[in-house]
């Protein structure tokens, strides 16, 4: 009975399958119309059957309900529209992120018959124009998730959400957004998600906002929204991801916010919020992973209770005015590995137990403390060897601290350290051999410091600038907040994860001298090297051209002397050079990209010469029988290695040319039998040359007549 149960099921099965993928022939005449207005080689549909082509889904009836094909290269051809699309009326996922497709999404008329859509994902492609706003108003009640995210959408948010009652999801970050945000997305109160990163949004935060009782991810950040924050927003109880980062927000951080106890990450820095955070009560949020509430004009003692949110991974609290940022209680946190407590207008004093209570926290990797202390001389290596502490550090930041002594050795330990910025301290004494051992070690920043001696040889043969990132098993995984960097004269960079940042040296203003060595050609995955504000002499080495990957050099501010290389102009990715106020002579090369670097590059040189200084180079030449300058040294160097000549390189000359005579002639003489073919070949080449001449002379009387 068992058998025959299983044997009608299958049967059963089988039909129903047969007839889930029978294919709409109409319906695969209207994919294959849409097909013809795009262009992508990623795609092949050829069987009979459309419900079994690549991204296509089919009901049992044969209609077409799904239309995923994310990342397939597609472009819209010579502005072709969809407009098959519109007769897949049974449509319900439609999905073409992630390709190259562009144009106005009203030339483009999304279908307006597409009444059964519930998923349109349109992010990561190059579409303009104004959001389709519209959707719900005349087509797709059912939709619950629009994703217009990553594209060149711009203008204002037109009202029409708020139509849309399925919506939980809606995301179009990273666009050229302008305006407030319609009144009517507060009506959509089924919403989960609003993401709007990254646009130029702006206006006050509506205190509707508590109708979105689902709400739990609420992204704003990168804008320009101003006001003050809704004090009832911990009505919000369902809320996790709030990241209001990099805004004009102001006024006090609502207290209310403490009664979101599912948050996981609480963004709101760069902004101008004020407060005493010392009366919050952060042990409700036991989900809290993140917290960054810097750059903000908070004041008071971070509260004990804040080490009570034992799945914390990140806290920045940086640029306030906080007390009490380094307690002995953040050993508890056993997750977090990113802190950053920088340029806190309330320094602290005691650094050495600030490093040893820090390194207690045995999962750190990224860790900046820098304008934090009020001096004091840096950690050195008693009472805190034994720490054995920052064994996953990637990233310490001690710069601006005011600290003095030496560079400690128990950084030598810190065998997983990628960036070490010393910067603007008081630091004196050498730079350690062992600096140049450390495995995963690709950016050094000790300016601005009093650092003596020499450019350490042993600094060239750092194996992440030697060999590359594969020198190491380097961790490629993204920091649990972003991380900004502003150069000077650039603009501010984002940094996602460490691997991202450029491989640099920077030695500049300190008191090094001696000669840059050769050596440093070894470094061929340096991008940055800065020895500007020093002592260093001697001629710029010219193998500094083998550092193919170098984008900054700057010399400038030293004693040294010679000329500028000129290999130095096949380094192709050099942006920044300046080589100003040493001692160079001779001209500046004429290459396209030296004259790019401005006159300022090569200005404080009496002795550089060339159109970019506006200086002449002058000719060398003989005055009263004496040359000038360095020709006379040269043939002066001429004249003695000619006089110092062997005389038995005369005599090889003599030799050679007996022998070579002797060789041809020789033979022709003594045997007549290659006498005779020999001017047998001679009387044949001249009978050639006579026919030649002769044709030539005809074709040329012909040419004439």
């Known amino acids: 009975m068992a058998r025959g149960f299983l044997g009608t099921l299958f049967l059963f099965s089988s039909f129903i399958s047969s007839h889930i993928h029978a294919c709409n022939q109409n319906e695969r005449s209207f994919l294959l119309s849409f097909a013809l207005t795009l262009s992508s080689s990623l795609i092949t549909w050829n069987s009979s059957n459309c419900c079994y082509w690549e991204g296509i889904t089919c009901d049992q009836y044969g209609f077409v309900t799904h239309l995923e094909l994310p990342s397939k290269g597609f472009r819209i051809e010579g502005g072709n529209t969809f407009p098959s699309l519109g007769n897949l009326t049974h449509l319900t996922h439609l999905n073409l992120s992630h390709n190259s497709l562009y144009g106005s999404l009203d030339h483009i008329q999304l279908p307006l018959s597409l009444n059964r859509l519930e ?43 708020g139509k849309c009652s399925k919506l939980r999801i809606f995301r179009a970050g990273y666009n050229n957004l302008t305006g407030l945000l319609p009144e009517d997305i507060y009506n959509a109160t089924t919403l989960e998600e609003i993401e709007l990163p990254s646009n130029s949004l702006y206006g006050a935060i509506s205190d509707k906002i508590v109708n979105l009782t689902a709400l739990n991810t609420f992204d704003l950040s990168y804008n320009h929204f101003s006001g003050v924050l809704p004090p009832s927003l911990g009505k919000l109880s369902k809320l ?56 903000n004009l908070l004041t008071g003692t971070v509260p004990r209770s804040l080490y009570s949110c034992k799945s914390l991974k990140a ?62 001389e840096m950690p050195g ?12 550090v990637r990233l310490l930041d001690l710069s601006s601290c005011g600290l003095t002594g030496e560079i400690p050795g128990w950084l030598s330990k810190l065998k997983k350290l990628e960036i070490l910025n010393l910067n603007s301290n008081r630091i004196t004494g050498s730079i350690p051999s062992w600096l140049g051992t450390l495995p995963r070690l690709h950016s050094i920043l000790l300016a601005s410091n009093q650092i003596s001696g020499g450019f350490p040889k042993e600094l060239c043969r750092l194996p992440m600038l030697v060999h590359g990132r594969a020198a190491a098993q380097v961790d ?81 501010n030293n004693h040294l002397s010679g000329k500028i290389p000129a290999s130095l102009t096949f380094l192709n990715l050099l942006g920044i050079f300046n080589v100003s106020y ?58 003695n290695a000619s006089q110092n000549q062997n005389p038995w390189s005369y005599i090889s000359i003599v030799l050679g040319f007996i022998t070579g005579f002797w060789g041809v002639c020789g033979p022709l003489m003594l045997k007549k039998t290659w006498r005779n073919a020999y001017f047998q070949y001679l009387d044949n080449a001249k009978n050639k040359f006579i026919i030649v001449m002769i044709r030539v002379h005809m074709n040329w009387t012909k040419h004439k007549n």
């Open 381 to 392: 290596d008693d009472g805190i060897v034994e720490f054995d502490g920052f064994q996953s």
């Open 240 to 295: 996790k991801f709030l990241v209001l980062d990099s805004n004009n927000l102001e006024g006090p951080l609502p207290p209310s916010l403490m009664n979101c106890t599912k948050l996981v990450e609480l963004r709101i820095g760069a902004n101008s919020l004020e407060g005493d955070i010392s009366t919050f009560n952060f042990s409700k949020l036991s989900q809290l992973s993140k917290l960054d509430l810097a750059v």
């Open 476 to 556: 490629r995984n993204h920091l649990e907040l972003p991380i900004f960097d502003k150069p000077e004269d650039g603009d501010t960079i984002q940094y996602s994860s460490l691997s991202l940042f450029s491989p640099m040296i920077d030695l500049s203003n300190n008191n090094m001298s001696g000669s840059i060595p050769s050596e440093i050609s070894q470094m061929q995955f340096l991008s940055e090297l800065h020895l500007s504000f020093n002592n260093f002499s001697g001629d710029i080495p010219h193998q500094i051209s083998n550092l193919k990957n170098l984008k900054v050099l700057d010399l400038s």
């Open 582 to 639: 040493n001692n160079l002579e001779g001209p500046i090369t004429t290459s396209i990209q030296f004259q790019s670097f401005g006159a300022y590059a090569f200005e404080g040189n009496p002795k550089l010469c060339g159109a970019l200084l506006q200086k002449e180079c002058q000719p060398r030449k003989v005055i009263d029988g004496v040359i000038d300058g360095d020709e006379k040294g040269k043939n002066q160097d001429v004249e």
């Open 315 to 376: 806290i920045r609290l940086g640029e306030n005015d906080l007390e009490g940022l380094i307690q002995p209680e953040i050993i508890s946190l056993s997750s977090l590995s990113f802190l950053s407590f920088s340029f806190n207008k309330r320094q602290l004093t005691n650094v050495t137990g600030a490093v040893k209570v820090l390194m207690g926290c045995k999962s750190l990797v990224f860790l900046t403390i820098s304008s934090s202390f009020l001096g004091g």
């Open 119 to 161: 998923v349109l994902d349109l992010s990561y492609n190059a579409f303009s124009g104004s959001i389709p706003s519209y959707i719900c108003l005349h087509s797709s009640p059912l939709i619950w998730l629009l994703d217009f995210s990553f594209n060149n959408f711009n203008g204002s948010i037109s009202p029409g959400l």
